[in-house]
């Protein structure tokens, strides 16, 4: 049997492209919702319309079977998931594939493949699945090097060993999330980090992004459940020690996690793992305000509750997901547990949610699963499938995400939403249309997701894009938020991380990187600007 390929231009396996009648489908339902203009499909890219230039360089014939030049493998090297790249995709514009993709299949080859790199002048870009929405794995390096080699690390996947005292694992970084949790299974235990790229993204990738996971409260984010790190660096190998806690120093974890692969390649970590669970339930709730539904999630934030989900979804987007008329505003409360019944928490959180004005959906309160969430989640998993569709009769679809202080939630809510749909009219001439849920919420603020859809004019959408992204950025930065929650920084977001960061902070970060890759040649442009030369 033939592989089941990734497609090469964007989102799943190429069994899974949507046809023109589902596209169309999708763009109809999200065009009478929004507002957005409708153009002629346009269908994706092929692999035989894709050119590109011939490679720059060849590796010695010991590398030689690690690495491959084929026309696939370059062309899915080129790109992440971001909304640009499915604009130059569908362009059938390659230009910037990789010349190499290797294909290392354990720590030596990787040590092989940076030392060749290094007196060669050729630019890694560590590839883990591909799901970077940020131009994070894009081989956009500048003209200082004589090549660029995308190091795919598919082939480091397996979990190596599992100690279920101290409930943790020792797993190589290129496993993808579904063939983790598969080896996992026989343990009875779970990472339980499930971000929605789950099925095609992997461990490296989630520690080196500082991955978001579906979960909305306690281990949001990969940094807790990081015990220790392994990491090849072009000026030997660095591996941290495996502790529950330390207060010796800065910690060498939190200089990988979060580095996109510009200190290091990811090549294993231990990570902290966690019964399954045996107890869950759900319940959605219907607010008329939005904020008040936000004052119902702070209260149970700051009660302690640590609930599994707990989601807020402005009016809008529901409607777009097929839930409610888009009047009113909904709550997602979730509690789940391998040890315990959870319906004291849930009959806490319920109080919560009521004491500020939420009405019950329905079901659920009681242990079962409630058919609105359910709804939610439905649609929730489709929306990176059904983006095709949009994009194929030319609906600029697009999300930005961040974090605030409840304190000032009602403010930044309004200026950022405010300001992303000025800017959209103001540069296509046409209104737009701007959703905010929440993904995540902490005992001191939420993490806002925004989404925009838009009416491009075509054959200038990156432009246009180029201008939404920056005053949705520029407002975000003005408002005090982060210019990232959980999609990492990549290219896209490096002039306002610059901004973010203390000055003296990206000086360290910059000295820390010449000591660990004095050549500078991993991943180019990202955290730390390319070199000009």
């Known amino acids: 049997m033939a592989e089941r390929r990734l497609k090469f231009w964007g989102w ?49 014939a010991k590398l030689g079977a690690l690495v491959s030049t084929s026309l696939y493998d370059r062309a899915a090297h080129a790109y992440g998931k971001s909304y640009p790249d499915y604009i130059r995709a569908f362009a059938r514009d390659f230009s910037n594939a990789p010349d190499l993709v290797a294909f290392p299949e354990n720590e030596a080859d990787i040590v092989a493949l940076l030392d060749w790199a290094g007196g060669a002048n050729v630019a890694v870009i560590p590839f883990g699945a591909g799901s970077s929405v940020v131009g994070g794995i894009e ?26 005292t101290s409930r943790a694992a020792r797993i190589e970084a290129g496993v993808y999330g579904p063939a983790l949790e598969a080896q996992l299974k026989a343990s009875g235990l779970t990472l339980r980090h499930f971000p929605q790229s789950f099925e095609f993204s992997t461990l490296g990738g989630w520690i080196a992004t ?26 030997g190998v660095m591996e941290s020690r495996r502790l529950p806690g330390s207060g010796a120093g800065p910690s060498p974890d939190r200089l990988i996690i979060g580095s996109e692969g510009a200190l290091g390649i990811i090549v294993e970590a231990w990570v902290k793992l966690q019964s399954k669970p045996r107890y869950r339930a759900s319940q959605a709730f219907w607010f008329d305000d939005f904020y008040r539904a936000a004052d119902g999630l702070r209260a149970v934030s700051q009660a302690g509750l640590y609930p599994s989900n707990a989601r807020l979804v402005d009016g809008e987007e529901c409607a777009l997901a097929g839930i409610g008329d888009g009047k009113r505003h909904m709550v997602v409360l979730a509690f789940e547990s391998g040890d315990h019944p959870i319906d004291a928490w849930m009959a806490r959180g319920v109080e919560c949610l009521r004491d500020h004005g939420g009405m ?45 202080t409840w304190e000032r939630l009602h403010d930044f809510h309004a200026s950022v939403k405010s300001a992303t749909a000025h800017a959209i009219h103001a540069v296509t001439g046409k209104p737009g249309h701007v959703t905010c849920r929440f993904t995540h919420i902490y005992p001191d603020g939420p993490a806002p997701y925004f989404t925009l859809h838009a009416s491009p004019t075509p054959g200038h959408e990156l432009e246009q ?51 660990l890759d004095p050549k500078g040649i991993l991943n180019p442009g990202v955290l730390v600007p390319a070199p000009t030369s």
């Open 12 to 60: 799943g396996y190429e069994d899974q492209q949507l046809t023109e009648a589902v596209s169309g489908k999708v763009a109809r339902f999200v065009a009478g919702r929004t507002g957005a203009v409708m153009h002629a499909y346009r269908a994706p890219p092929r692999l035989d319309e894709v050119t590109l230039k011939a490679p720059r360089i060849a590796v010695p």
């Open 139 to 164: 081989p956009k390096v500048g003209s200082g090097f004589k090549a660029t080699l995308s190091l795919d690390m598919r082939k480091l996947d397996r979990v190596r060993e599992i100690d279920t």
């Open 210 to 235: 500082r991955s978001g996971g579906h979960f909305a409260t306690l281990y949001t984010h990969i940094d807790e459940l990081v015990e220790s790190v392994r990491t090849v660096t072009p000026a």
């Open 360 to 404: 019950p959906a329905g079901g659920g309160a009681h242990g079962a699963r409630d058919a609105t969430a359910d709804a939610w989640r439905e649609a929730f998993i489709k929306g990176p499938f059904n983006r095709e569709g949009l994009i194929s009769h030319s609906i600029m679809h697009d999300t930005f995400e961040t974090a605030i």
């Open 465 to 515: 894009w180029r201008a939404i992204k920056a005053a949705a950025s520029d407002a975000l930065i003005a408002a005090g938020g982060t210019i990232t929650h959980h999609h990492a920084v990549g290219r896209d977001h490096m002039p306002w991380y610059v901004k973010q960061r203390p000055a003296l902070f990206g000086a360290a970060l910059a000295a820390a990187k010449r000591a």
